[in-house]
């Protein structure tokens, strides 16, 4: 079982960054593939950010075409924590943001290949 929770959200104006934060329970987190999600008033849960568990190589990572360049998730094992930098935000980024864990191999690019969810953080931009 593992525990999710966000923190680092808040209103910001356009242009501006804010950095998320995601911290898990239990020992095993870096085993875990971690994602963040987002959801817009009256739309779908959306991809953002995906990484891998790391390792010798390190980690993978991989981002919605919206947020490629502009967003940055990282981890940080000996903390249980994952990263999500955001960097030039839009308006057309507000939502609210979600932290998952998959334990399923290779990056989880959909909601059904995730396993634990944190309650999530709103993120409000402003023009």
């Not at 079982?1 to 680092?8: D, F, I, K, N, P």
């Not at 891998?52 to 947020?67: E, H, P, Q």
Request: aromatic content about 12%; overall charge positive.
């Amino acid at each position: 079982q593992v525990q999710l929770v966000e923190s680092g959200g808040g209103l910001v104006q356009a242009g501006g960054s804010l950095r998320l934060s995601c911290t898990a329970s239990g020992r095993t987190f870096s085993s875990y593939r971690m994602g963040w999600f987002r959801q817009a008033p009256g739309k779908e849960r959306e991809f953002a950010a995906a990484i891998s568990w790391g390792g010798w190589g390190g980690a993978s990572t991989d981002y919605a075409s919206s947020v490629k360049g502009r967003f940055t998730i990282s981890r940080e094992n000996a903390k249980n924590t994952v990263y999500l930098e955001m960097n030039s935000l839009k308006p057309e980024d507000t939502a609210v943001y979600y932290c998952a864990a998959r334990s399923g191999s290779g990056l989880g690019y959909t909601v059904n290949g995730y396993d634990y969810w944190g309650q999530g953080t709103q993120v409000t931009v402003s023009s």
